[in-house]
């Protein structure tokens, strides 16, 4: 990716670099790393999308979330609060996080 990003700014391309973040209850802890990353590989944007494709009663369990209206658990909001602030924070202010 890092390659590919590098070739876009040499050849002044105005293509967005976005990356995607499923988040599921098994990784959702890894989201701040993540955040970190992309910046790092110099995406423009992340995008975050709970766990929607549920193939088995198992994988109900993955979802960060049920309902699009839904408050997760208190450890969830704050990971996803300290990886917005992070994005939004002076070190990564290039990087865009919705609103």
Known sequence: MRKIIDLKRKLGSDVKVVANYIM????????????ELC???GFEEVVLNNLTCI????????KVF??????GPGI????????TRRARG?????LCVPT
Do not use: C, G
Not at 24 to 35: C, F, K, P, Q
Not at 66 to 71: G, N, S
Not at 90 to 94: E, G, P, Q, S
């Open 76 to 83: 969830i909001n704050h990971i996803i609060d300290v990886a």
């Open 55 to 62: 193939l088995s009663k198992q994988m109900f369990a993955w």
């Open 90 to 94: 002076t070190r990564h202010k290039d």
């Open 66 to 71: 049920t309902d699009p209206v839904e408050q």
């Open 24 to 35: 599921a209850s098994m990784n959702i802890h890894e989201l701040v790393d993540y955040i």
């Open 39 to 41: 910046y790092e590989l």
